[in-house]
């Protein structure tokens, strides 16, 4: 070896090591690409060359740096027709992708640690023409080799750095939605849950302008605006959460399917899983200062719909809540008043002993009797209304007031009754009707007019025999149809020891647990049985026997009125 050749082999070395120390101390992979792009482009005279860094996955490169006059551009993701050589140190001719050599490409060194391949250094020809001596590719194989251990170091400490600001802003995220569930759960106000989102939109992402779509509990869609939204069409506002996925990049495609969503520049729909479903979405606009939505940006606004979605939800409730609330006092105060239009105390008459109760299966019901007092008469009634609650409590209180307007003018009962049909027909709809069964009672004789007007037939036992009549004598039910043919008046004699007992259906449809019913004949049975009884005892007997057969549940209102003969 000449001089010389060991004065540029001492120069040589010399490089490696002063470029080895600044490597080593360089996190910068910016810094070490550009250093390793003009040491090699200076050692053999090169006018171009870049780095291919290996992307996730392993098949793809991209393009970290370049130097000179070449067609790829830094940040090009580059797939290669042909599978690299990932073994060799270094790649020449043929071995070399077209798409690099047609770009002046003539050596590609392999950059790869002990642990993996990184990617390739890519350099051009020299400009003399000639080809790489041993020594040139001695020392740039060295220049790599050592490099490749700061690359993967650099790209190493890149993504530590990567993964703490992650972590800081998945920190900065969470406190941010612990702060803002704390001002979601101060308030029941939903105007003000609403504020409060506007205000996390615009303060944390730059959000002015946002649509937020809630399915409610009666299938309709609440709309909630940010911005200057012009109002969807119904199917407009349903294609929302027609999409399939938690998170919609709104694209060109989507634009021309969804016009709407072009006009109000939205560019991100999200849908909320505040439960088991999708109840709500959303549509995001433009972001402020010109900021692009990135992926970890959903995760947060997905938190934040669900956050201030389940405090909307809480709204709901309570309104509810308060509502049902106020129902459930109107309801009891409506059966307060139901229960004062019933007699009571029942009134004492001589020759008759009596007694009544009314059991609502709601608060209010559609069942009701009365006991009216009119000089040497006495009137006694019990009807049914079709249905249970409010309604059918409303039509008995109308029922109840015709009545008592009714008794004291000089007319038959199947007169009377003629005309409550007429009223209740004109004034009610097709679907609600009345079964009604009334009686006149003149008290010294115990001689009973009656009219059943499609009521269940009351039962008279019979003291001295034991046989039972069913009082049926009347006519159709009030309200069902005009009257087409007159209302009949049957008439009967009440004597010591027989017992009347007027009933509405839930008495004997009440069921038990394998859906039997009570029925006519176990209400005979138990009358029967308990004939020698007091009107109270026989009403209580026959109240506790419906209960041991029902379980103590009545499906229907219950009404039951017992008349007993007495001296």
């Known amino acids: 070896m000449d001089t010389f050749e060991r004065s540029q082999s001492h120069f040589d070395l010399k490089a490696l090591l002063d470029t080895s120390r600044l490597l080593v101390e360089s996190h910068d992979p910016d810094f070490v690409l550009n250093n390793l792009l003009l040491i090699s482009m200076g050692k053999v005279m090169s006018s171009r060359a870049m780095v291919l860094l290996c992307e996730p996955g392993g098949r793809a490169y991209r393009v970290a740096k370049v130097k000179g006059k070449l067609e790829s551009r830094e940040g090009q993701v580059y797939s290669p027709d042909t599978e690299y050589d990932r073994s060799a140190t270094v790649l020449r001719g043929e071995e070399i992708p077209s798409a690099l050599r047609d770009q002046g490409i003539a050596t590609l060194f392999n950059i790869r640690t002990s642990e993996r391949h990184l990617g390739f250094l890519c350099l051009g020809g020299k400009i003399s023409g000639q080809s790489l001596s041993q020594e040139e590719t001695g020392f740039l194989e060295s220049l790599v080799f050592m490099s490749a251990v700061a690359i993967g170091n650099s790209l190493l400490?890149?993504?530590?750095?990567?993964?703490?600001?992650?972590?800081?802003?998945?920190v900065q995220e969470m406190n941010t939605l612990f702060d803002l569930s704390k001002e979601f759960n101060a308030t029941i106000d939903r105007d003000q849950v609403i504020r409060v989102f506007k205000f996390a939109l615009l303060g944390q992402m730059l959000i002015r302008t946002f649509i937020l779509a809630i399915k409610n509990d009666r299938g309709e869609t609440d709309l909630i605006r940010g911005g200057n939204i012009a109002d969807p069409q119904p199917d407009e506002l349903n294609s929302l959460f027609g999409f399939s996925h938690t998170?919609?990049?709104?694209?060109?495609?989507?634009?021309?399917d969804y016009p709407w969503l072009a006009r109000n520049n939205i560019e991100v729909i999200l849908l909320l899983n505040a439960?088991?479903?999708?109840?709500?979405?959303?549509?995001?606009?433009?972001?402020?200062?010109?900021?692009?939505?990135?992926?970890?940006?959903?995760?947060?606004?997905?938190?934040?719909?669900?956050?201030?979605?389940?405090?909307?939800?809480?709204?709901?409730?309570?309104?509810?809540?308060?509502?049902?609330?106020?129902?459930?006092?109107?309801?009891?105060?409506?059966?307060?008043?139901q229960q004062k239009l019933l007699p009571d105390p029942i009134p004492q008459v001589r020759?008759?002993?009596?007694?009544?109760?009314?059991?609502?299966?709601?608060?209010?019901?559609?069942?009701?009797?009365?006991?009216?007092?009119?000089?040497?008469?006495?009137?006694?009634?019990?009807?049914?209304?079709?249905?249970?609650?409010?309604?059918?409590?409303?039509?008995?209180?109308?029922?109840?007031?015709?009545?008592?307007?009714?008794?004291?003018?000089?007319?038959?009962?199947p007169e009377a009754t003629d005309k409550m049909n007429t009223i209740i027909h004109k004034n009610t709809a097709s679907d609600k009707f009345?079964?009604?069964?009334?009686?006149?009672?003149?008290?010294?004789?115990?001689?009973?007019?009656?009219?059943?007007?499609?009521?269940?037939?009351?039962?008279?036992?019979?003291?001295?025999?034991?046989?039972?009549?069913?009082?049926?004598?009347?006519?159709?039910?009030?309200?069902?149809?005009?009257?087409?043919?007159?209302?009949?008046?049957?008439?009967?004699?009440?004597?010591?020891?027989?017992?009347?007992?007027?009933?509405?259906?839930?008495?004997?449809?009440?069921?038990?647990?394998?859906?039997?019913?009570?029925?006519?004949?176990?209400?005979?049975?138990?009358?029967?049985?308990?004939?020698?009884?007091?009107?109270?005892?026989?009403l209580k007997s026959i109240i506790r026997d419906v209960k041991d057969f029902s379980g103590d549940h009545f499906n229907d209102d219950v009404t039951l009125l017992v008349v007993k003969g007495t001296a």
């Open 157 to 170: 400490v890149k993504e530590l750095k990567q993964t703490n600001r992650e972590l800081d802003l998945k």
């Open 247 to 256: 998170v919609t990049v709104v694209d060109e495609d989507l634009q021309r």
């Open 351 to 413: 020759g008759l002993d009596m007694a009544a109760i009314n059991i609502s299966s709601r608060q209010v019901g559609g069942d009701y009797y009365d006991i009216i007092p009119d000089g040497t008469k006495l009137y006694l009634a019990i009807a049914d209304v079709t249905g249970k609650g409010a309604p059918a409590s409303l039509l008995m209180a109308n029922l109840q007031a015709m009545l008592q307007v009714l008794v004291p003018l000089d007319i038959s009962l």
């Open 275 to 337: 439960r088991d479903n999708h109840p709500a979405c959303i549509g995001l606009g433009k972001r402020g200062g010109g900021q692009t939505y990135e992926e970890y940006d959903f995760n947060f606004l997905i938190s934040l719909g669900n956050l201030m979605l389940l405090s909307l939800h809480k709204t709901f409730l309570l309104d509810e809540q308060l509502e049902k609330k106020r129902i459930e006092e109107e309801l009891n105060l409506a059966r307060s008043i």
């Open 434 to 538: 009345i079964s009604f069964f009334w009686c006149k009672v003149d008290v010294a004789t115990r001689t009973f007019a009656y009219v059943n007007a499609g009521h269940n037939p009351p039962y008279l036992f019979r003291a001295h025999n034991g046989t039972v009549e069913e009082l049926s004598t009347g006519g159709i039910l009030l309200g069902a149809m005009p009257t087409f043919s007159p209302y009949i008046e049957g008439n009967i004699q009440l004597n010591i020891g027989d017992v009347l007992v007027m009933y509405t259906d839930g008495v004997t449809e009440a069921t038990n647990t394998v859906e039997e019913e009570y029925a006519g004949i176990r209400l005979m049975d138990c009358i029967q049985a308990n004939m020698h009884c007091s009107a109270e005892e026989l």
